[in-house]
Structures are given as structure tokens and as C-alpha cells.
DNA sequence: CAGTATATGTCACTTAGTGACATATAAAAT
DNA sequence: ATTTTATATGTCACTAAGTGACATATACTG
């Protein structure tokens, strides 16, 4: 664990920056230079930080991913999943800079199609993601992380959060469908819903205070 | 469609040779033109038939993943999954070549953990396999290929072959786990089953004479 | 057999990425 | 307060990855 809030901070920036670019003049069209000028710091640097160009957006995918992580494990275990997103998801919800990052998401899954590069990238974050959901999961549900049905279920979940993602991505940047976000947050827990091999998404074992009493969802 | 026969092969040698070097010394220790030299070829044609190192190997994938779905193109439709895998899948059911190339194949995923750059090259290939899933799945249940139901379905199956793939790859190479054929069928057929999220691994929609008898699997 | 398309070889070149060492900065130890 | 110590970055020379341009071989087409 490197824990330098300074180093992961330069890194996200750098990430932003190439991004920004990779949109702006395509992958292929941007060098290891352009990144590390945009933002200021040596060639080396970014070399540093990112073991390929293409995987320099990495971190960006995986900032997004984590603020979801992140309300997953607050997850009240008497809450049925469409009430969290419904509670918990929104671009009112969220501070600028996120909602900018989550743009630029959004824009880069759009190019997927065309960019090879990138979709490796996103692979890779959504594997990342999966290993998030396998934790979730199976603390969760009371079983190991290394139990095949948690790690099944974690792979079909993130292959719709996935989906969902793609999905709603292309439908707003390249056919300018606007989607309310009450829509999208139901899309995404109906599908995840379908996905998931493993019922999680219901309230689960709801935990009983020794006196026999229900323990509130917000312990 | 680039449909030269002789080009496809020359392209699947190479991607052998990489994944063997891959796996003797690693993906950092082989260079292009330790593929080149290994295959007999000029470096350069390396570079004509992959955009990078890691994806040498993605050929060889896509090449098993390819026999899988020629399998699962051929399925009539009054079959089982069960039933089919039990029928067609098996090391006695294979030419010696392909044979090699599964075991490549499962060395390889038991590298994954260590190796990045050749998760990337998997994901990127299990995408395709998606793609052909998408289609199965579509002609399977009459839908169109850009119904999002069916895109979710192929992507939660997908997922489940893969997890399956990895983790039998990983219990036979490094814990030296030997499971029999049946059993690893069975599993497959298991997780795929319980990762769709539409019906198609029972027999479906079975098709009916004008007479109104059944038509029979074979046509 | 001439003509055309495609795959590969050769080689100079650009861009991606690393190794080694110097410098800055900030926290920890004295 | 100052000296360690650790970590992030800068500088620069270098290796490896990957491309462009042109020549040659091989194979299909009329």
C-alpha cells in the first residue's frame, strides 16, 4: 500500500490529463511527452507512474470506481440495492471535481469502439472492480474470499455494472440520449439485480442484538 | 475480412511462439525479436501482425475461444448445456495441435496473477468471445444483437467462463490439481446456468414442421 | 504468360519505456 | 534546530517497442 496522498494525487492529475488528450487527439496521436508537459512535470515522471501509455488512464477509471466501492460498503444490510442507488447515487450528490472525472469516464467509454488501447484499460479497472465486489460480497453474505460462487458472482455483477455502463456511455456521447439519472441508478440495480448469481441485492441476514432485538441498518 | 488462410497461420505460430517464451522467461524477458528469431521470421513481420508484445498472445486465445464457439454454434436447440458439453467437450475429442494449444492456453491463465500485461491481452479476448456470445445468444432466442438483455446475458456468461477458465487454470498449474473432464464439463455447464440471465441453456423454442410436428435437433 | 494483390524482408527512423545518479522536500530522530 | 532518512521528482543516456517507405517474393486472375 503506497500511501503518499501527494504521489496518488500527481498520479490522478496526470491521469486527467491524459485523458483529456486521448479524447481531444486520440490515442495514438499522443505522446508520453504531451501528458507530461500538459501537466507540468518531467517525461520520466509519467513513466514512473504508468507502466504504458494506454494504461495511464487507469487511475481515473478506477477513482470512479472506487467512490461506488465506497457506497457499497456503507450498504445498510436491511437495504434492498435500488434504495441505496436511489438514496445514494446522483450528480447532486457528488463534488464537482468527481462529477467532472465521471464525465470524462463517460466520454472515454464512448471511444471504446475505436480505441482498442483504451477498452484493455477499462478491462483492467473493471478487474480491479471485481475484486472490490468479491470483498463486498462476501462479507456481505458470511462466506470466504476465496469461495467460487462469491467470486462468480462478483464477475457476472461487475459484468453489468459494466455493461450498464458502456450502455448508457455510447447512448448519451454518440446519440445524445439524455437519461435522467432516477432512470439510469433503475437500470443499473435491475441489472445487477438479473446479474448477480448470489442474493445480495436483498436486505441479507439482518443481524440480531443479543437481546433478540433487529440492529438498525445505519450500526 | 482478411481471409488468407496462410496469413491467419503464420499469425497463430507466432502467437505460439510468444506465449511459449512468455512462459519460460517471462513477458519483460522476451522482446520482439526473441519471437521474430524464435518463429523463423523478420521482426518487423512481428510488429505487421500484433500492435503490441502482450497481444502476441491474444491469437492463441482467440483460437481456443473460437473452437468453443463453433461448438456452441452447432447446439440444437432441444439440447441441454449439460448435455452438449458432455457430448463435445474433451481432450479425446480434440485434434493433437489444439490440444497443445489448451494446454498453452491454461499455462498461461495460471500466470495471470503475476503477469498484467497478459490479463490484458485475456480480457481483451474474452471481449471477443462476448461478441460471439451476443450473436449465439441473439439467434438462440430470436432477439436482435443490440437488445440490451442480450448484450447483459453475454456478458454474465462470459464472465462465468472466464472465472471457470481461471480457476481451473490455477488449481491445475500451481496446486497440481488434477480434475477429470466430467467434472470440469459439469462445472462449466453449472456456472454458465447460473450466470445467464436469460434462458438459453435449455433446450429453446423447439421449431415446429408446417404440419405441426417437432422438427427434429439434427436439422 | 502478364498483371495485380498480398505477405514478407530490409533498414532507417520515431516513440515508448528503463537505469543510474543527482536534487528537492518533508517527516523523523537526535 | 539540525541532521538523518525516505520518498518523489528531474536530467540524461540508453534499450526496446513500434512505424514508414520501398524492395522482393509468392500466389491468385484474367
Redesign the pocket.
Known amino acids: 500500500m ?3 496522498l ?2 496518488e ?3 490522478l492529475e496526470l491521469s486527467r490529463h491524459a485523458a483529456r488528450l486521448f479524447l481531444e487527439r486520440g490515442v ?1 496521436d ?5 501528458i ?1 508537459a500538459a501537466a ?16 495511464a488512464v487507469e487511475p481515473l477509471f478506477a477513482h470512479s470506481s472506487l467512490r461506488f466501492a465506497a457506497i457499497l460498503r456503507r450498504w445498510p444490510r436491511d437495504v434492498a440495492i435500488e434504495d441505496l442507488f436511489h438514496s445514494t447515487l446522483g450528480p447532486d450528490k457528488m463534488a464537482p471535481q468527481d462529477l467532472a472525472d465521471d464525465i470524462l469516464v463517460v466520454r472515454l467509454l464512448a471511444r471504446l469502439p475505436e480505441e482498442p488501447a483504451l477498452r484493455a484499460a477499462w478491462l483492467m479497472s473493471c478487474h480491479i472492480g471485481e475484486e472490490q465486489l468479491i470483498e463486498l460480497i462476501a462479507e456481505r453474505l458470511d462466506r470466504p474470499q476465496g469461495d467460487f460462487d462469491v467470486r462468480l458472482c462478483a464477475a457476472t455483477v461487475m459484468a453489468a455494472i459494466r455493461i450498464v455502463d458502456e450502455t448508457v456511455s455510447l447512448a448519451a456521447v454518440k446519440y445524445g440520449l439524455k437519461t435522467t439519472t432516477a432512470e439510469v441508478n433503475e437500470h443499473l440495480a435491475q441489472a445487477i439485480r438479473k446479474a448477480s448469481t448470489l442474493p445480495f441485492c436483498d436486505p441479507v441476514t439482518p443481524r440480531i442484538w443479543p437481546d433478540g432485538k433487529l440492529m438498525p441498518a445505519s450500526v
Request: no cysteine; net charge positive; glycine share 6%.
Open positions: 503506497s500511501r503518499s501527494a504521489r494525487n500527481t498520479r495514438s499522443t505522446s508520453g511527452d504531451d507530461a507540468g512535470v518531467a517525461t520520466r515522471t509519467v513513466w514512473r507512474h504508468f507502466r504504458s501509455k494506454e494504461s
